[in-house]
């Protein structure tokens, strides 16, 4: 069974192309599951097929997602030389994800894999999926369908991508082929219970009381229908918090019955950065955060935006609103 037959002639040309070359795969900043999990498992398998690949990320790897690195070749942007080498990009939605420092070192990408609605492709080759649930999901295809070889560490890092962009395979876009795919990757040695162990039960004191500084903070608007939950700057060193630990606390918000859109607002010395989620794709939160020079999926995205909390918070409130208002009237 092919999974990404329209890929399959032009990733056979890419890997042509890359013969001789110097790699570099890069993920955006503030990395998660599924940015770290695709630009390992993309560098073992071009390492594999004799192409000299090193991963670089803007941002260091998040404790808990480092047990996917292994062995692989892995740097932060400022640890590696980065003279005559070519980029391919994972997990990015358009060329400046990474920062503005790895755009001007690699001004003209080869290679973009990705699955962000927003992705109009910005490399040489562009390997964008709207349709899939994670990049790692759009890799984990490729690599099957052309016979590649798939180490355990390399399976584990596509499970983990996977896992974690369906929220553990809850969210709307989990498919029949995102679980074929896992059940391939798990006969290649991924492990579910490493990856549920490394990811959620290893929480440090930090976060959970982030956590409860955020939830503390929760505030229904919109009729019930929007939570939002702020989290005032200075909290991270107050509690012994990092920026890492913020991934997952907006869905607190989203689960409160009644509540379709959960909102997390940090709130910064020199900026706002938001994370929004919705119950549904309808909601797109990703074209609601394009407005905020933002942008991400259809259930999830972020932002960030030059602007005071008191500046900010009524013109997103009055956004979402009237996203609320446009899916209501779509649906009379």
């Known amino acids: 069974m092919s999974h990404y037959p329209k890929f399959a002639g032009r990733f056979a040309v890419l890997l042509q192309e890359l013969n001789g070359r110097s790699v570099t795969v890069i993920g955006h900043q503030r990395p998660d599951g599924d940015c770290i999990g695709s630009q390992v498992a993309l560098c073992r ?4 097929q004799g192409i000299d690949a090193i991963c670089v990320s803007p941002d260091r ?15 932060q942007r400022d640890e590696v030389q980065h003279a005559d080498r070519i980029a391919l990009y994972t997990d990015c939605a358009d060329h400046g994800r990474a920062g503005d420092r790895l755009r001007e070192l690699y001004p003209d990408p080869w290679g973009c894999f990705d699955h962000h609605l927003s992705n109009a492709g910005f490399a040489r080759f562009n390997f964008v999926d709207t349709a899939s649930a994670a990049t790692a999901e759009v890799l984990a295809g490729i690599f099957l369908d052309a016979g590649l070889p798939l180490d355990r560490t390399t399976a584990q890092a596509l499970y983990t991508g996977i896992m974690t962009d369906t929220g553990q395979f809850r969210f709307p876009s989990t498919s029949s082929r995102v679980f074929g795919l896992s059940a391939e990757l798990m006969a290649h040695g991924a492990d579910p219970a490493l990856a549920g162990q490394e990811l959620y039960e290893r929480e440090s004191l930090g976060k959970l009381k982030l956590l409860q500084s955020y939830i503390g903070s929760l505030r229904l ?13 200075g909290i991270f060193e107050q509690v012994g918090a990092t920026v890492e630990d913020t991934e ?53 995205a972020g932002l960030n935006c030059q602007a005071t909390l008191a500046e900010f918070y009524p013109k997103l409130l009055a956004a979402l609103k009237q996203r609320l208002a446009d899916v209501d009237g779509a649906k009379k």
């Open 248 to 300: 997952g606390l907006v869905d607190y918000a989203r689960s409160i019955d009644g509540v379709e859109i959960g909102v997390l607002i940090e709130e910064r010395a020199d900026v706002i950065k938001a994370s929004l989620r919705g119950k549904h794709s309808s909601l797109r939160m990703d074209t609601v955060a394009a407005l905020f020079n933002g942008g991400g999926h259809a259930n999830a």
């Open 45 to 48: 398998v071009l390492i594999s």
């Open 221 to 233: 608007e919109g009729a019930g229908r929007i939570c939002i939950g702020v989290l005032p700057n």
């Open 61 to 75: 790897v998040p404790r808990r997602i480092k047990f996917l690195v292994g062995d692989t070749p892995f740097f």
